[in-house]
């Protein structure tokens, strides 16, 4: 193992290495009229993503389904939190007909957390891959599903559909879940990361990093996701959506994410996306080949 050193944070002053260009472009516009037109909520809009900028110039996009109102209260994430409305039956329809007219090869599709809904919005999660896969058979997606809070059948029946790639974030290290996902258990999302892997899925997690985590307890972590079944990891540094989030502790050197990379890999685990712009669906196009 490697031990570098990390940076603390200084609020209002990023590193060079997290300065991004702002949106722009052809393509970036039509792929806001398409959300628009189409009344789509995207995760790149409302997690306030880095990189949305550079993937929406590339006429991608990761759609967030069943709402944007969320029932959790993660302290790092800008997406709303309250009592959702009900959802949108049209929904899978309008996700699958603007990834037709955006012509996306791959396609990552997320929701947030409806801990309200019986089936944790599984017969929703089900259409729209349904969907998707008879408008563009040629389009591969990647799954990006939340907690289903022990619900296992609402997994399986989100998981059959026909997507390529089945993601659950673990978002931290165990010591941190308490402070960052106050309604999750670190245990429970590993359980869900090997219950995807046992269906015969190609299992994705992500970790963000500069929460106050120590190198020892990402190591750890990777340990712990390579026992139970997972394929592909991303590393990306947490970025404060506002003032009323959790602060970085510390920003994370590039040198280090490139060891982390190493680690990763040298723990079984079959790819590591590591970088400091890294997001769980960024350059995600290139893990539907991974072997499992």
């Not at 929406?56 to 389904?65: C, E, H, P, S």
């Not at 996306?104 to 957390?113: E, F, W």
């Not at 590591?272 to 769980?280: A, F, I, M, N, Q």
């Amino acid at each position: 193992m490697i031990e570098l050193p990390v940076i603390p944070s200084e609020r209002k002053k990023r590193p060079d290495w997290l300065r991004v260009k702002l949106p722009a472009g052809p393509e970036f516009r039509k792929v806001r009229q398409l959300v628009d037109n189409y009344k789509l909520h995207t995760i790149c809009e409302s997690g306030n993503c880095p990189n949305m900028g550079e993937c929406w110039g590339a006429g991608t996009a990761t759609f967030m389904i069943l709402g944007n109102v969320c029932t959790r209260s993660c302290s790092f994430c800008a997406v709303a939190t309250g009592r959702p409305n009900e959802y949108d039956v049209d929904e899978p329809r309008r996700v699958a007909e603007a990834i037709k007219l955006m012509q996306v090869k791959h396609a990552v599709i997320t929701s947030v957390n409806r801990d309200e809904l019986k089936d944790r919005g599984a017969e929703i999660w089900y259409q729209t891959v349904r969907q998707v896969k008879e408008n563009t058979p040629e389009t591969t997606i990647e799954t990006l599903i939340p907690d289903v809070k022990n619900n296992w059948d609402a997994l399986i029946h989100m998981i059959e559909a026909g997507q390529e790639v089945v993601s659950h974030n673990m978002e931290t290290v165990e010591r941190l879940y308490r402070a960052v996902r106050p309604q999750a258990k670190y245990e429970r999302s590993l359980e869900q990361v090997k219950r995807t892997k046992e269906f015969g899925q190609r299992t994705k997690s992500g970790i963000m990093l500069g929460l106050g985590e120590t190198q020892a307890e990402v190591y750890k972590a990777m340990d712990h996701l390579a026992e139970n079944g997972l394929d592909i990891l991303t590393l990306g540094q947490y970025l404060q959506p506002t003032k009323m989030h959790h602060e970085v502790i510390e920003w994370i050197t590039p040198a280090m994410f490139d060891n982390y990379r190493e680690e990763g890999l040298r723990r079984g685990l079959k790819y590591v996306e590591s970088g400091p712009l890294v997001r769980s669906s960024y350059h995600a196009e290139r893990h539907v080949n991974v072997p499992i």
